[in-house]
């Protein structure tokens, strides 16, 4: 009689349950991203970037594909740190070349997609280097769904980033940021030659002050877009998803739509892909490329630093081009693996 009486399900608790359980899964991550992205504004030096790339631009961008490799950082964390990065001089191509594969290429999603999926990748050794035709071999025969997914995710990065280098960020950035970039600009120019001490205490409050305004910004266009992904997961006939994974000339595309509304985590997302039998392996790729690198969330989030024309853009170029590839790519891992 002490206990309190358990409330009757209702579709608005449902809902609720739906967003906490999104919210509470992303918050860190988020954190975590603006935690970085303070202490990029405020440790890293301007200059340290521009030394670090190769000044071909090309050469660059297929570098920063591999960035997640050594900073591995999932979607919900990638925008903030993205936009620090820019305003340090990583060059546009580059720093969206990251954000769209960071969620993608990096070890942590590499473990879960194989693990999902039950397959066994081997543990690279340096003793491999000598062997690499062996070593890609044997990754493709063993796990073709992890490196389907992670070769696919960095060559539609790779080819955003590319196709970004044509344009100045005034023309595709919101003014604020693209006005912060110049600020930043002009400010690495005058340190050239004025050199300002800062103290470790003064770089450590910048460094919170700074990420606690990008966790606001962040975090209100993420609960934006959980509410919807809610709402969707818990009102809409699941039973209709699995008629739709029927017919073959609009399953990948479908599952591309629901990997939008879904919102899910990269480093979570192919336990919910490997059970769909309904699905084939190329619809699954979809899934798993696509959902990363766009989804509800993620526009909300890329619309505080990108034009909304330029989120549109991104949004129809990076559906079509998966969705044209992932049947082909797919097809090309399981002949290698042969």
């Not at 620090?84 to 999603?109: D, S």
């Not at 543990?123 to 070593?135: A, E, M, N, V």
């Not at 400010?187 to 103290?199: D, I, K, N, Y």
Request: hydrophobic residues 55%; aromatic residues 8%; charged residues 15%.
């Amino acid at each position: 009689m002490f206990l309190a009486a358990t409330p009757e399900p209702s579709r608005l608790g449902d809902v609720l349950m739906a967003f906490l359980s999104i919210v509470f899964e992303g918050a860190p991550y988020i954190l975590i991203g603006t935690l970085l992205s303070g202490f990029i504004d405020a440790f890293l030096p301007s200059k340290l970037i521009d030394r670090a790339l190769p000044r071909n631009k090309v050469l660059s961008t297929l570098i920063a594909g591999f960035l997640g490799l050594v900073f591995p950082v999932c979607e919900c964390a990638i925008v903030p740190v993205i936009r620090r990065l820019v305003q340090k001089g990583l060059p546009l191509g580059c720093a969206v070349t990251y954000m769209l594969a960071a969620p993608i290429v990096n070890p942590i999603v590499a473990v879960s997609t194989a693990t999902a999926f039950k397959e066994s990748v081997k543990l690279f050794q340096w003793s491999d280097l000598s062997h690499p035709s062996l070593l890609i071999e044997h990754l493709v025969a063993s796990a073709p769904m992890t490196l389907s997914r992670l070769s696919l995710g960095y060559t539609v990065a790779v080819l955003a980033g590319l196709l970004v280098i044509f344009f100045r960020p005034a023309q595709l950035l919101q003014k604020k940021v693209a006005d912060s970039i110049e600020a930043a600009n002009a400010a690495r120019e005058e340190a050239g030659t004025t050199v300002v001490a800062s103290s470790f205490d003064s770089k450590l409050v910048q460094s919170m002050r700074t990420a606690m305004r990008d966790f606001l910004d962040t975090g209100m266009y993420f609960a934006i877009g959980v509410m919807i992904t809610a709402v969707f997961n818990t009102q809409v006939n699941q039973a209709i998803i699995d008629r739709v994974a029927s017919n073959g000339l609009i399953a990948t595309p479908a599952i591309m739509m629901l990997a939008v509304v879904l919102s899910l985590c990269s480093t979570s997302d192919a336990f919910i892909a490997a059970p769909m039998a309904s699905f084939n392996a190329a619809s699954k790729l979809a899934f798993l490329v696509f959902g990363p690198m766009m989804d509800i969330k993620l526009m909300f989030m890329y619309s505080n630093v990108f034009k909304r024309s330029v989120v549109v853009a991104m949004f129809f170029g990076l559906l079509i081009v998966i969705g044209a590839l992932a049947s082909p790519w797919s097809q090309m891992i399981l002949n290698l693996a042969k």
